[in-house]
């Protein structure tokens, strides 16, 4: 059954009492109400036909529900995914014509494929390597690129897409001039309907409430045709078409560089939202299950004529605060979709296009969290630095917004490593109670000029290692007198070929200068690599301690008379 229910974790819901039935459906059709006309204005975001976002809001939400791991993740169209597949494929073809729709399509299925093999092979961990104050940066800044994306269709005018997204925003307003006024009304209109809901009838469905009333008020005023207004127009009736996407062989390499950071960034999004309601709900997830769920929610996807789709964060907590109990609510939610588009997309032929851009204004405004950044900054000067370098590059090369979270996450790796190849070394000295501590915060604490204590606070790999070796010379060097050097490696997790083949050279090389090199508090995994290489054996096991206090009551005993007056040596812990 165990082996079934890997391949099935579905089987997991199973059996399902009437009250979870009840309560899965409701949150289901609840967050079917708030997905349709929000997968409609990403569909555009994405710069496709608004009707391919029903498309995506259909088999997508139900298979990453059915494969994955949470309860209560809804997946779907969401903002960022929508916009990184824009960037991605403007420059390959125009927005909106078949050539771009069957690239994103391609897109949905290289998405899916590396997360698929991401959560077979369990290298989740892999989207790491996105820190969080670079995604931080990232998502702030692509939600403002979203929002002044959508401006322009909120005043009812024409633009065009150039390769530098500032020069567009320059553009489009210096011909605000040419606002259309009644454009501008209903989006303004459904601005205000969506915000005084979520202020003042907080569970009301906003989004569903301003789409109904403009799509009514447009019916009533006759607004693509007298007012000269633009509406999402006639939607294909019936369900997508099942095909395999067209494999553009010319534009893969581009494809897939795209794919890889939509799939981290998309994947890091849903694990984010999946975690947090899992706080509340106290489930246990698995992330390379939800993998598993994401990657073949975008394969299945691209066969029914879906563009990249990820975990939302407002749906998720709609469909959790709904009271959803398990993973079938989203399969409600994908059939109410069905539903839709096989019976009632004639009802949204009049919903103002302005009304999708206000939906998309309202729906990033959220995103947008400058204190994310400072707390970043307040907990480490470098990850508030890669978190502002991210936002700001991914402004600057806006629209490919991919660009942006690769030079984040590049300095974020850079920095770390930086940080790695300097680790905190502190020189101790004796306190009163017998412990070691630092004598730069208490400059006032015996030390020995027959022994010098160092605590090192980092691996010993081939990046640190040779400032290993510069920092025990250099306080030797202060130290001419010293006969054991001490090293308290509590802080040594790990212990390479290269830091092994250095301290081999530096123990000898002490040795002949009349220093012995003590070790204290080493881990098992660094005594095994010194055991395996024969570098214990060239220490001695003489000077290898468990604790530090044992190794200075050794040396004490080894100096003998020369100890009896230092103070360093003779203060023993309480």
């Not at 202020?199 to 693509?224: D, E, M």
């Amino acid at each position: 059954m165990q082996k079934i229910a890997r391949f099935l974790p579905f089987l997991r819901w199973f059996p399902m009492q009437g009250d979870t039935v009840k309560a899965d459906f409701m949150a289901g059709i609840t967050v079917a109400l708030v997905l349709i006309p929000q997968s409609m204005a990403y569909a555009q975001l994405a710069g496709l036909p608004a009707y391919y976002g029903l498309y995506a809001a259909f088999l997508p939400v139900a298979v990453a529900a059915l494969w994955g791991s949470s309860n209560q993740l809804g997946t779907g169209p969401v903002a960022v995914v929508s916009l990184l597949t824009a960037s991605s494929l403007a420059t390959l073809a125009a927005p909106g014509s078949e050539a771009f729709v069957a690239l994103a399509i391609l897109l949905a299925l290289l998405v899916g494929v590396i997360q698929l093999l991401l959560g077979v092979f369990k290298l989740g961990i892999i989207v790491n390597f996105l820190s969080h104050p670079v995604i931080v940066g990232f998502t702030n800044a692509a939600a403002i690129i979203i929002a002044l994306s959508q401006v322009s269709k909120l005043f009812g005018l024409s633009m065009g897409r150039s390769e530098h997204f500032v020069n567009d925003i320059l553009v489009m307003f210096g011909k605000l001039g040419d606002t259309h006024l009644p454009t501008l009304a209903m989006g303004v209109l459904a601005i205000a309907m969506m915000w005084s809901v979520k202020k003042f009838r907080p569970k009301w469905p906003g989004v569903l409430i301003a789409v109904a009333v403009t799509t009514v008020l447009s019916w009533a005023l006759k607004f693509n045709v007298e007012l000269g207004g633009a509406v999402v127009g006639e939607i294909p009736q019936g369900l997508p078409s099942v095909a395999l996407p067209t494999w553009d062989q010319a534009n893969i390499g581009v494809l897939f560089s795209s794919a890889l950071v939509i799939s981290l960034v998309g994947f890091m999004e849903a694990i984010s939202i999946a975690k947090a309601i899992a706080a509340k709900t106290k489930q246990r997830l698995d992330p390379n299950q939800e993998l598993i769920g994401q990657g073949l929610s975008n394969i299945v996807g691209s066969m029914t004529q879906s563009f990249p789709v990820s975990g939302s964060f407002s749906r998720s907590a709609v469909n959790q605060g709904a009271g959803a109990k398990t993973g079938m609510s989203s399969v409600y939610t994908a059939i109410f979709v069905l539903i839709t588009l096989l019976f009632l997309t004639p009802l949204l032929y009049h919903l103002p296009q302005a009304v999708l851009a206000a939906i998309i204004i309202m729906a990033v405004i959220g995103l947008v969290n400058f204190g994310a950044v400072k707390h970043a900054w307040q907990a480490n000067k470098h990850d508030g630095m890669a978190s502002i370098v991210t936002f700001f590059a991914t402004m600057a090369f806006a629209p490919h917004l991919d660009n942006g979270i690769m030079v984040g996450a590049g300095l974020a790796l850079i920095l770390f490593l930086m940080r790695t190849m300097k680790p905190r070394v502190a020189q101790l000295g004796r306190y009163k109670d017998g412990t070691l501590r630092d004598i730069k915060v208490n400059p006032d604490l015996p030390t020995s000029e027959h022994v010098v204590a160092m605590r090192f606070d980092g691996q010993l790999y081939f990046g640190n290692v040779s400032f290993f070796e510069d920092t025990v010379l250099a306080v030797l060097a202060d130290n001419p007198k010293a006969k054991y050097f001490l090293v308290v490696g509590d802080g040594i997790n790990q212990l390479d070929a290269s830091g092994e083949e250095v301290i081999h050279h530096l123990v000898s090389r002490l040795k002949e200068a009349g220093v012995e090199l003590v070790f204290s508090g080493l881990k098992k995994q660094v005594l095994d690599v010194m055991r395996a290489t024969g570098l214990f054996e060239a220490i001695g096991h003489h000077n290898i301690f468990a604790t530090e206090d044992q190794a200075i009551t050794a040396i004490y005993e080894r100096l003998g008379e020369a100890a009896q007056d230092d103070l360093f040596c003779m203060l023993k812990p309480a």
